[in-house]
């Protein structure tokens, strides 16, 4: 009879660099990290130093932030549906505090349009600046594939 190999208790690199990754992109800190990965302080701490891993925490962040937008962009509608209703409120001090807030929303969301439109804008010109100069991708791996 064969003798029987160990049983591993630790994660592969690969599934301690998830663990990281979506702890670390929640915002929590890296001993909270390490504890989850079941790493040391120091595994973490080599982790961010990599461009690459500190790109895969940006992404799993961005996808979290696009989620919470999402939901939040669904009760918006409600919300500027009960301003409009306040608009025609009796007191004028309900009116006028729903005008200026329709005002500033509407101000903000007009500014963060134009803002993705120019970040949209320098995307595609990145891209093909990369399609036209080959080594400019390897040397600006922090912006992932493109």
Do not use: N
């Not at 790493?39 to 961005?62: I, N, Y």
């Not at 500033?104 to 320098?122: C, F, N, R, S, Y």
């Amino acid at each position: 009879m064969a003798p029987q190999e160990p049983e591993q208790t630790g994660h592969g690199k690969r599934e301690v660099d998830d663990i990281l990754a979506s702890v670390l992109a929640a915002g929590l800190p890296y001993r909270v990290a390490a504890r989850a990965a079941g790493c040391g302080l120091s595994t973490v701490k080599r982790r961010m130093a990599s461009v690459r891993f500190r790109a895969k925490v940006q992404r799993l962040r961005a996808r979290a932030v696009e989620a919470a937008a999402g939901r939040i962009t669904g009760v918006m509608v409600d919300a500027v549906d009960e301003l409009r209703k306040q608009l025609r409120d009796p007191d004028v001090k309900v009116r006028q505090t729903a005008a200026r807030s329709l005002l500033t929303i509407g101000t903000e969301l007009w500014k963060a349009a134009d803002l993705q439109g120019t970040v949209d804008d320098l995307k595609d010109h990145f891209a093909r600046l990369c399609k036209q100069y080959p080594d400019l991708l390897r040397e600006t791996q922090i912006y992932g594939q493109v």
